[in-house]
């Protein structure tokens, strides 16, 4: 009797520490999914309020694609340019800017593209909701999480992955600008994270 007794206290003892981790994890992630819709509310209601002082000051259009390419990063070291490329779109209400340029050194590549969404905002915040998630991952295939620049005004992913060595970043800018680092033959974030510190990311953030 005394040993089923002890049998008894131990499995109770067992599933109640199972049900009180299992309590843990549950409000472990309902705090996590709390964050990130706050986190995903204040982005918005940050994008939103730098719309507004834009068009307090009469800025309501897009870059013309020719000015947008001025804010394409130099040539890294090695590397070969292309010729930029880029245009504007206007479809009723909604008008965007985009300008990209492609490097190349031997068979590694990088990308870089730039795009202005001041004529079109919902597009953009749509963009600025999806960073705020504040995602984190890594396993075999590859590391994304967000990006570790801390600039003013720059938000947004990294993404690296391991097995066929591309590394890619994916930032919003000043409630207004969308832009994406893709460059492949790389063995870390170190060389997009490089070529985006050395735009001018910060003056665009300010505009």
């Not at 590391?143 to 801390?150: E, V």
């Amino acid at each position: 009797m005394k040993v089923s007794l002890l049998l008894l206290s131990t499995l109770l003892l067992t599933v109640g520490c199972e049900q009180a981790q299992q309590a843990k994890d549950s409000y472990d992630t309902l705090s996590q999914i709390n964050k990130i819709g706050k986190n995903a509310k204040v982005n918005l209601e940050e994008a939103q309020t730098q719309s507004e002082e834009r068009k307090q000051r009469g800025d309501t259009i897009s870059l013309p694609y020719k000015d947008l390419q001025q804010y394409l990063p130099a040539s890294p070291g090695g590397y070969s340019a292309g010729e930029p490329s880029g245009e504007s779109m206007k479809a009723g209400r909604i008008a965007f800017s985009t300008a990209s340029q492609e490097f190349r050194n031997g068979e590694a590549r990088l990308d870089v593209s730039l795009t202005d969404y001041n004529g079109a905002q919902d597009l953009y915040q749509g963009a600025a909701a999806m960073f705020a998630l504040g995602l984190e991952q890594e396993n075999d295939e590859q590391m994304l999480r967000p990006t570790q620049l801390r600039m003013d005004g720059v938000k947004g992913m990294e993404t690296f992955h391991k097995k066929d060595g591309r590394a890619e970043l994916l930032l919003t800018v000043g409630g207004r600008f969308l832009i994406k680092i893709e460059a492949t033959e790389q063995k870390s974030l170190d060389f997009v994270q490089d070529v985006a510190r050395k735009m001018q990311l910060e003056k665009l953030a300010q505009m």
